[in-house]
Nanobody
Framework: QLMLVESGGGLVQPGGSLRLSCAAS????????IGWFRQAPGKDHEGVSC????????NLGDSVKARFTISRDNAKNTGYLQMDSLEPEDTAVYFC????????????????????WGQGTQVTVSS
């Protein structure tokens, strides 16, 4: 069974940076697309970014644009989300998910149905 664990969250000041990791176990993450999602208090999950099994990148939302960079290291069975120029509006629990379809799909519902999700890591951006 594929399992995912996020790490790297924490408290950071506006303008700061964090690097989130998504460590997989139980199966090769190289066969999956990796998606990052976030959930602010009282809100639904919002798609952030996705990287396909072949390395193609798709932005799942328009809120972060060039400030966030998704990557993967299949040798380490790990995905990453580099977050720069963080803003208070970025405060949320950040989740990674793995999609066996290999490509990136923009509808969160399909990720819920088909993906394997981690438990999330808290990111708080505050002065």
């Amino acid at each position: 069974q594929l399992m995912l664990v996020e790490s790297g969250g924490g408290l950071v000041q506006p303008g700061g940076s964090l690097r989130l990791s998504c460590a997989a176990s139980g199966y090769s993450l190289g066969d999956y697309a990796i998606g990052w999602f976030r959930q602010a208090p009282g809100k639904d999950h919002e798609g952030v970014s996705c990287i396909s099994s072949s390395g193609g990148v798709t932005n799942l939302g328009d809120s972060v644009k060039a400030r966030f960079t998704i990557s993967r290291d299949n040798a380490k069975n790990t995905g990453y989300l580099q977050m720069d120029s963080l803003e208070p509006e970025d405060t949320a629990v950040y989740f990674c998910a793995a999609d066996p379809r290999r490509d990136c799909f923009g509808d969160i519902g399909s990720w819920y149905s088909l993906g394997t999700w981690g438990q999330g890591t808290q990111v708080t951006v505050s002065s």
